[in-house]
C-alpha cells in the first residue's frame, strides 16, 4: 500500500479511495488469472449465449420436419349427409377419411441439408461470440493497466514533489534559498496532487469497468500474450466462420424455398356408407383420392425472391467483413512493428533523463543551479520513466490486438 505524506501546509487529499489499495486492482503476479479465465468468467456474465441456442433449436426443428414421413400433418375429416330436411325419405351417408400431404422428392433432404447448415451456424456463432468476448476483456484489461500506470506516475510525481517542497522548505527556514522557492515549489505539489487525484479517478474507472465485464480485478502488471503469426485471414477466422456459416445457411433455405416452391399431392384415405331409404341396408365403400395442385410457383415466387435476397446480403457481408478484417490485420502489424521499435528508444531515454536528474540534483545542493532547473529536470526524467513503462504496455497492447484481429481465442 502506498504512504502518502502531507506536510504542513496540505491537508491530504482524501485518497482512502488510493487506487494502489484499491480492491479493483491486482498488482501482484501471483494472484493473476489467466486470460482464458477472464474470457471464460465474462461469456458466463455477459448476455450472448442464448443466441446460437435459438440458432441451435431452429435446426433440430428442420431436422425434425425432414424426418417426418408427411409433408405436413395429416387431417381427419368427417361428412354426414341426411334428407330428414326436405323429403324425409330416410336417406343417410356417413363418410369420413384421412388427408395426408405427401412430399415430392428432394423436399424432404432439403430441409435436412438446412437443418444441417443451421446446426453448423449455431456453432459458428459460439466461437465467434467467444472471440468478441476476448476482444472486450483485451480492450478492458490493458486500458485499466494504462490507466494504472498514469496513476504510478501522477503519484510518483506528487512524492517526488512533496519530498522536493520538504527539502526546500527546510532549506528557506535555513536561510539557504528564498522563500520565492518556496512558493515555486509548494505550486508544484499542488499542481501534482491535483494530477493525481484525476489520474486515480481514471484508474478507478477504468478498473471498475473490467471488473463489472469478468467479475475479476484488472491487473496493473498484465501478462503479455504470444503473438500469432499474421497469416492472410481466411474462412478459420471465427468471425468470417460465422458469416460463411450465414452464407451457407442461406443458400440451403434458398435452396429448400426452391424445392418446396411446387406443393406436393395429397392422399386422402377414407371409407363411406350410405343408405337410399328408410329400411334399407347399408351399402359401404372404401375409397382412395390422389389430389395435386398446380400454379405454386407463381404464388410462392415472393418467398424465392426473399431467400434470393437473404443469401445475396449474407455474402456481401462476407465479402466485406473479409476486407475489413484484413485492413484491421494490417493496421495492428505495423502499430506492434511500431511499438517494438519505439520500446527500445524510450529505455534509452529514460537512462539519459535519469543520469541528468542525478546531476542536476547534485548541481542543486551545492548551489550551482535553480530550482526551475532542477523541476524541468525532474520534470523529464519522470516523463522519461512513464515513457518506458507506457511502451511497455502499448508493445503488450498491441500484441493483444494483433492476436484478436487473428481471431485467437485464449485457450
Known amino acids: 500500500m502506498s504512504t502518502v505524506r502531507c506536510s504542513a501546509a496540505f491537508r491530504c487529499i482524501p485518497i482512502a479511495l488510493y487506487l494502489f489499495s484499491s480492491p479493483l486492482l491486482a498488482a501482484t503476479a501471483t494472484e493473476q488469472p489467466s486470460l482464458e479465465q477472464m474470457v471464460q468468467a465474462a461469456a458466463a456474465r455477459n448476455p450472448g449465449a442464448e443466441l446460437a441456442a435459438a440458432q441451435r433449436g431452429i435446426g433440430v426443428a428442420l431436422q425434425r420436419k425432414a424426418n417426418q414421413p408427411l409433408a405436413s ?9 341426411t334428407d330428414r330436411i326436405g323429403s324425409d325419405l330416410g336417406y343417410r351417408e356417413w363418410e369420413g377419411g384421412v388427408d395426408m400431404p405427401l412430399w415430392l422428392p428432394g423436399q424432404a433432404d432439403a430441409f435436412a441439408r ?3 447448415q443451421q446446426q453448423g451456424l449455431s456453432d459458428a456463432m459460439q466461437t465467434a461470440r467467444d472471440l468478441e468476448i476476448a476482444g472486450e476483456v483485451r480492450q478492458r484489461l490493458w486500458s485499466a493497466a494504462l490507466a494504472y500506470s498514469d496513476a504510478e506516475q501522477a503519484r510518483s510525481a506528487r512524492d517526488t514533489a512533496q519530498e522536493l517542497f520538504n527539502d526546500v522548505k527546510r532549506r528557506v527556514a535555513a536561510g539557504e534559498l528564498p522563500r520565492s522557492d518556496s512558493l515555486l515549489a509548494e505550486k508544484e505539489l499542488l499542481q501534482r496532487e491535483d494530477a493525481l487525484q484525476q489520474a486515480l479517478n481514471r484508474a478507478n474507472q477504468a478498473a471498475a469497468l473490467f471488473k463489472r465485464y469478468t467479475g475479476f480485478d484488472a491487473l496493473a502488471n498484465p501478462a503479455a500474450e504470444s ?3 499474421a497469416d492472410a485471414i481466411d474462412q478459420t477466422h471465427p468471425l468470417l466462420s460465422r ?3 450465414e452464407v451457407e445457411r442461406a443458400r440451403a433455405h434458398r435452396d429448400r424455398v426452391r424445392k418446396t416452391q411446387r406443393g406436393g399431392p395429397n392422399l386422402w384415405v377414407g371409407a363411406k356408407s350410405a343408405r337410399a331409404l328408410s329400411g334399407e341396408d347399408y351399402e359401404s365403400a372404401m375409397g382412395i383420392e390422389l389430389s395435386m395442385p398446380f400454379g405454386d410457383a407463381v404464388h410462392n415466387a415472393p418467398d424465392l425472391a426473399e431467400a434470393e435476397a437473404a443469401l445475396t446480403e449474407a455474402q456481401v457481408e462476407y465479402s466485406r467483413a473479409r476486407l475489413q478484417l484484413e485492413d ?3 493496421q495492428v502489424v505495423l ?8 520500446l527500445a528508444q524510450t529505455e534509452r531515454r529514460r537512462a539519459l533523463a535519469n543520469e541528468s536528474l542525478k546531476l542536476s540534483r547534485r548541481a542543486f545542493e551545492l548551489g550551482e543551479t535553480d530550482l526551475v532547473r532542477l523541476l524541468q529536470a525532474q520534470a523529464d526524467a519522470l516523463s522519461a520513466r512513464h515513457d518506458y513503462r507506457i511502451r511497455q504496455l502499448q508493445h503488450g497492447q498491441a500484441i493483444a490486438r494483433l492476436n484478436q484481429a487473428s481471431g485467437v481465442i485464449p485457450r
Open 227 to 229: 503473438p500469432a503469426s
Open 243 to 245: 458469416l460463411h456459416g
Open 328 to 330: 484491421t490485420q494490417s
Open 335 to 342: 502499430e506492434l512493428e511500431r511499438a517494438t521499435g519505439t
Open 114 to 116: 438446412e437443418a444441417e
Open 73 to 81: 400433418a395429416p387431417t381427419a375429416n368427417f361428412k354426414y349427409q
